[in-house]
């Protein structure tokens, strides 16, 4: 090809020092690999710290160019003044035509066009969603600082991604931005949850089956306290087979509500049947979704719930809180329960396990619904909108 006539490679600069866990560290694990495969003009460098990241710099297709910032994981200031300070210079003196922030604590100047991922519903949750004292302390201690700087960053962005029409509904009635600059990409789903091949088994004592599942970074707005009032009468029924509530995700974050729920359930009799794994390799989460009996999802506060996904993909029932992201995420393949509600999320299992044609057809909508999840019409989309940000 004459070089006259050659495209111009577009350099693209992706900020994920957010990733630390839970979905933010499954999206950038799966979208940028999937970034690289699209048949564009760009070339991807990741800004990433091999102190608290290095499982995920290790894992960039080679075609990725890695930045390191040799951030430490904390304090979460340091990151932002890092970002403020030092990201603008790095996209100046790097050339770089494009700015993509995974997270909405990013630079809030740029020399460049920038798009911003927004995917934190914490960040733009009413009070009234931490219902105790201590979690609304928590909310003004860790969020409202960074609220500011949010704000600014979204105001500035060129294009604004959206993972859920929900949370766009949400945030931009609150923030009063311009619907224009905005698109919904929805998060994608990786084909490792639809093998059957067995793949990663995890080493469950056999006595913890039949199991329930629930997934997610331990937090107060995820509401375990009523899916544990929901399990203790479930398991004071005595109906059917011994049953299991098993919890993955990380609890590090958070030993004082780790605590503080162990000492919950004590207190409602069912502390034996109960199963904290903390942290689970990604490998080993197919096989883990598989074994469980239902899945159940009761938080107050989602921007889209990727274990949603998950779970339908692995052919496992889904009952979750019924709110217009799940909704948005599930359509007719969940069961919705209020997430104050203990008594329904009762009704809803015991349905399940006393109908094997409702647990079929379950089953059957979840597959069905998850395979409109893809991680490669994903990035056509995030390069669809970076196309238009280039066009001006």
Not at 44 to 54: F, K
Not at 163 to 174: F, G, I, M, P, W
Not at 250 to 264: C, F, G, K, R, V
Request: proline fraction near 5%; hydrophobic fraction near 40%; charged fraction near 20%.
């Amino acid at each position: 090809m004459n070089t006259s006539t050659r495209k111009k490679v577009i350099r693209v600069l992706i900020d994920a020092t957010s990733a630390r866990e839970g979905g933010g560290l499954t999206v950038v694990r799966n979208l940028i690999p999937a970034l690289a495969t699209q048949d564009r003009e760009y070339e991807y460098h990741v800004l990433l710290s091999t102190r608290y990241q290095s499982s995920l710099s290790g894992s960039l297709p080679k075609k990725v160019k890695l930045i390191d910032t040799q951030l430490p994981a904390t304090p979460a200031i340091r990151r932002q003044l890092y970002l403020q300070a030092t990201l603008p210079k790095i996209l100046r003196t790097g050339n770089f035509d494009l700015a993509l922030s995974m997270s909405e604590i990013g630079a809030i100047q740029s020399h460049c066009p920038s798009v911003v991922l927004v995917h934190n519903a914490k960040h733009y949750a009413p009070f009234s969603t931490f219902r105790k004292f201590r979690n609304r302390l928590g909310f003004v201690t860790s969020y409202l600082p960074r609220h500011l700087f949010v704000c600014l960053a979204l105001r500035h962005a060129s294009w604004l991604i959206f993972v859920s029409e929900a949370l766009r509904k949400d945030v931009t009635n609150r923030l009063r931005l311009d619907l224009d600059r905005t698109s919904v990409i929805h998060h994608g789903l990786s084909e490792t949850f639809r093998r059957e091949d067995g793949l990663g088994e995890v080493d469950l004592n056999p006595e913890w089956h039949p199991y329930l599942l629930s997934v997610s970074t331990l937090a107060h707005h995820k509401n375990y306290s009523t899916l544990f009032k929901a399990f203790a009468q479930l398991v004071n029924m005595n109906d059917g087979p011994d049953l299991y509530l098993v919890i993955a995700g990380s609890i590090d974050t958070n030993l004082q509500l780790h605590s503080s729920l162990m000492a919950e359930s004590d207190s409602l009799g069912i502390t034996k049947r109960i199963r904290f794994l903390g942290r689970v390799e990604f490998n080993h989460m197919p096989s883990l979704y598989r074994g469980a009996l239902a899945f159940i999802s009761p938080s107050h506060l989602e921007s889209f719930g990727l274990p949603l996904i998950e779970a339908m993909a692995s052919g496992v029932p889904v009952l979750v809180s019924d709110l217009p992201v799940c909704r948005e995420i599930c359509g007719d393949a969940a069961r919705y329960f209020s997430p104050d509600q203990a008594g329904t999320i009762v009704d809803h299992l015991l349905e399940l396990m006393r109908d094997p044609v409702v647990r079929e057809t379950m089953i059957g909508n979840g597959l069905r619904r998850a395979n409109d999840f893809c991680w490669s019409r994903t990035a056509k989309q995030f390069t669809d909108v970076f196309e238009k940000v280039e066009r001006g």
